[in-house]
């Protein structure tokens, strides 16, 4: 079925044309007819099924002969990659139309962020934690929304958003239309639904999650001390091409991404404690070609979308298997093809085995020709949490001219007083006199206490 029998508004099926869709995925054509309708919508789809044209088309076709100036649709999503993601994808769909849209997320300025609900966009695309800032000023007004999407909905609840949406609900009207979308169905997910939606209409919701058709997976068994050097040979050998590579830390995330840099591989890393500059930069020099591997934790498992992004190499096995579909369903989007390679050690093969059954199937280990799974190779990916502790005191600038805590003149801590009456010697008697405290003193030791107590 082409987009043309939709029913779509014409700038609409223009813009599609442009952008080479000719068809609707199955996501695509269950979701837009309910929803043209006016009908609230629960779709259980899975990750690079196209769900984000699913719920934007027909938000723009109702939008387009809306009054400019207010905000009539809401669009709730958990990362700030995906929410860049989405308003780049709908500035797309209505290039040939008036609709206007914003993102609101954190980690950037909030002043154009206010200025978008000041001169009232057709569409804003928000995380929840800076919605709920915005909604501390009089500024930022819901009172005229007609659409709320509620995007990636199990990942909000993995994240801890599921209180976060619940207060957005009582800024938003409860006549509207609502479009939920979730990979998975979990309870609370199943609860929310049930507060939210008037009798909707149903999609996939019994379909069990599973990886798209179009990814090919295999197991690679190795020591954890050799995933680095693995990796680096898949490379080497061109079995591997581009690869967004998942790790669980983002320390382990630096690593592996310092470790590639010095074997002559072009690679960045984006996860939760690099600035927002930093994420947007790295993740178009991926998609670029700039960088030829993208490190990543799972933050950015569901708000990267690649065009023929070849490979996802699992470097960590993903504890919950939910999170092995996202991270996976990055690769083989929209119907095409990918590979979704997992490097397993002996201590994961228990999370792997929660994974197979999941997905309903045994995957394929293999074994790499010529690679040396011997090998001992010098130091270690992980430090503890101590050992990052030593090294991060190690780098601290030292201060000259106080004590240090040995007794020498570096730049160590003070020594502490030791206030034991058994070591500290008594007093001298003093005459009454001498006890009282003149006004001086009593002052300087007021100003001690509050500098004392000072956050500096």
Known sequence: MPFTQLKLHPNLVKGLKDLGFARPTPIQAEAIPPALSGRDVLACAMTGSGKTAAF???????????????????????????????????????????????????GVGMGPQEHAFR??????????????????????????????????????????????????????????QTLFFSATMPPPIAELTRQMLKNPATINLQRQAAPAVGI??????????????????????????????FTRTKHRANRVADFLVKQGVRAERIHGNRSQSQRTQALAGFKSGRHQVLVATDIAARGIDV??????????????????????????????????FTFVSPAEEGDM????RAIGKRLPRITV??????????????????????????KRPQ??????????????????????PSRSPSPAPRSPEAAKPSS?????????????????
């Open 56 to 106: 934007l088309l027909p938000i723009i076709h109702h939008l387009i002969g809306r009054p400019r100036g207010v905000t009539r649709a809401l669009i709730l999503t958990p990362t700030r990659e995906l929410a860049a993601q989405i308003l780049d994808d709908l500035n797309d769909l209505a290039v040939h139309t008036p609709i206007s849209g914003a993102s609101v997320f954190g």
């Open 119 to 176: 001169s009232g966009v057709d569409v804003i695309v928000a995380t929840p934690g800076r919605l709920l800032d915005h909604f501390r000023f009089g500024y930022a007004k819901m009172n005229q929304l007609e659409f709320l999407v509620i995007d990636e909905a199990d990942r909000m609840l993995d994240m801890g958003f599921l209180p976060d949406i619940k207060r957005i609900l009582r800024h938003v009207p409860t006549r509207r």
């Open 216 to 245: 090919t997976q295999a197991v690679y068994p190795v020591a954890q001390e050799l995933k680095t050097h693995l990796l680096v040979a898949l490379l080497r050998r061109g079995d591997v091409h581009d690869a967004l590579v």
């Open 307 to 340: 065009e023929e992004l070849g490979h996802v190499v699992n470097f960590d096995v993903p504890k919950a298997p939910e999170d092995y579909i996202h991270r996976v369903g990055r690769t083989a989007r929209a119907e095409m093809t990918g590979d979704a």
């Open 353 to 356: 085995s929660r994974i197979e």
């Open 369 to 394: 020709p010529d690679f040396d799974y011997k090998a001992r190779p010098e130091g270690r990916l992980e430090q503890s949490s101590r050992e990052r502790r030593d090294e991060a005191r190690a």
């Open 399 to 420: 201060h000259g001219g106080r004590p240090s805590s040995s007794g020498g003149s570096g730049g160590g801590r003070r020594p502490r007083r030791d206030k034991s």
């Open 440 to 456: 001086g003193g009593s002052r300087r030791r007021v100003g001690r206490s509050r500098r004392k107590g000072r956050s500096w």
